[in-house]
């Protein structure tokens, strides 16, 4: 049966509002997706009942927090079908990148060694491999995008030699759209020696996702593009690699014992989550992802894609208007600009009717340099939108054609 999208809509009370006097629409979730009530709810529970620090009291309260915190773990794990011994809370999908990259990285690359990306990396899949290249002499290297906005695998034979030791590719392009070919990706670079990370900042809330099928080392999600809050995101690293992994923070709670001059480090994830850690955050995360569940994700997955292609059907009839990216098999959004509108200005004229949407290089600025453009305008849809609003978008984007006379 398929579930009952209006009900749902209505367990979201911030898109219950006017701006500037029109219906708020937003489309602007692949920055940050709106929070139903019951993770709100959950929130304010735990501050009211449970909160306290974890691992550490003996009294009820940390207990409580504790087990919920854990709990919070193990429905990470059941989200992305792996091991609550191979999953490290942070705080999104940057930090877990970064602490691939500084722990994993550091301890197993070496000069000459070659990270390959693709051109269409969020700057948080580029930044952290151009540090640890400067730290370790590595080279980092790049599958090349199509004009079509598509990896050209055409190039991975030549470019995935031996000296290649991981792979990092996004899962769901932020600025295209395009739904990357993992399972080859990934096969692929196995079969020359490499890992394989991938960032699922834009895919962890939008489809099913299954690390174990995949087969990847390491996936990185950001808790606040799928209903959770800010602040919050799980990385998972494939046993044993976690197991051989340096730690990266030093402090509390991830150690076993210290003396002036040394310390050991616990195993499992304990080992990379010193200081007190984002309890709230991960347990309403657990919240979130009950929440997804009881929707259903290919229910979600399903439903944005129609409401996606719904968008560029109606968008591809605007004269003028160009999209970026494939026009099949793309996540739920829809980068575009407007002949004669700066993406800037059109994003704040959209501002002005109530429609909230990006105008930005989406930290991508080398596949906006592919593009031979400063930035684009981006939609991007979940659940809890509908067609009614894609048409009154489309209504608003002919608005702006008359108001910037393109
Ligand atoms: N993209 C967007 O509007 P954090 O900030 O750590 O939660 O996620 C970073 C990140 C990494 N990879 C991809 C593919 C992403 O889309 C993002 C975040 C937002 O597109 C903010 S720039």
Known sequence: MSPDWTRIRHDFPILDQEVHGHPLIYFDNAATSQKPRQVIDALV???????????????????????????????????????????IFTRGTTEGINLVAQSWGRANLKAGDV??????????????????????????KHIPVTDEGVLDVDQLDSLLTEQVKLLTFVHVSNSLGTINPAKLLIE???????????????????????????????????????????????LYVKQ????????????????????????????????????????????VLGTAIDYLESIGRQAIFDHDAQLTSYALQRMSEIEGLRIFGPMQDRGALVAFSLEGAHPHDLTEFANTQGLALRGGHHCT??????????????????????????????????????????
């Not at 014992?257 to 850690?277: L, N, Y």
């Open 45 to 87: 529970r735990y501050y009211e009942r449970d909160n306290a620090n974890v691992h550490r009291g003996l009294h009820e309260l940390s207990n409580r927090a504790t087990d919920q915190y854990e709990t919070a773990r193990r429905k990470v794990a059941a989200f992305v079908n792996a091991s609550d011994e191979e999953i």
């Open 115 to 140: 990270i390959l990306a693709t051109e269409m990396e969020h700057h948080s899949n580029l930044v952290p491999w151009q540090m640890l290249a400067a730290q370790t002499g590595a080279v980092l």
């Open 188 to 234: 692929k670079a196995h079969a020359v020696g490499a890992k394989v990370l991938l960032d699922g900042a834009q895919s962890a809330g939008h489809m099913t996702v299954d690390v174990r099928s995949l087969d990847c080392d390491f996936y990185a999600l950001s808790g606040h593009k799928m209903c959770a809050p800010t602040g919050i995101g799980a």
């Open 240 to 283: 044993p690699i976690l197991a051989n992994m340096p730690p990266w923070h030093g402090g509390g709670e991830m150690i076993l014992r210290v003396q002036f001059g040394s310390s050991t480090f616990k195993d499992g994830p304990a080992r990379f989550e010193a200081g007190t850690p984002d309890i709230s955050g991960a347990i």
């Open 365 to 406: 600025q080398p596949l906006m340099r592919k593009f031979k453009v400063p930035s684009t305008t981006r939609a991007s849809f979940y659940f809890y939108n509908t067609r009614d609003e894609i048409d009154r978008m489309i209504d608003i984007l002919l608005g702006a054609k008359k108001f910037f006379g393109s």
